[in-house]
Nanobody
């Protein structure tokens, strides 16, 4: 699976951005898709998890502000980010985790940079 993230850019604190992650195959067959963030000087952290059934979960720090959704026809995963904070600055990566050829496999996109100014 190839993943292409886009939609990053510069936003002001309190603003919104929507990230997209276009997959090379139907995301309906991808068991789990996730968004991660890597901020300067920090380890990569989980931002959102969405399963193939449409359910989504978020770590506490992102609940109520970030929403993961998908358009199966467009083979695209989205991350709607609202009420952005300067600490949301980082590179956002999408991840696909699926059962393929008898084993679980992880795929990563190249990431898209988000910068939030105060």
């Amino acid at each position: 699976v190839q993943l292409q993230a886009s939609g990053g850019g510069l936003a002001q604190a309190g603003g919104s951005l929507r990230l997209s992650c276009a997959a090379s195959r139907s995301i309906a067959v991808i068991n789990i898709m996730r968004w991660y963030r890597q901020s300067p000087g920090k380890e990569r952290e989980l931002v959102a998890t969405r399963n193939s059934g449409g359910g989504a979960t978020y770590p506490e720090a992102f609940k109520g502000r970030f929403t993961a959704s998908a358009d199966n026809d467009k083979k695209t995963l989205y991350l709607q980010m609202n009420s952005l904070k300067p600490e949301d600055t980082g590179r956002y990566y999408c991840n696909a985790y699926l059962w393929e050829f008898g084993e679980w496999k992880n795929y990563w996109g190249q990431g898209t940079q988000v910068t939030v100014s105060s």
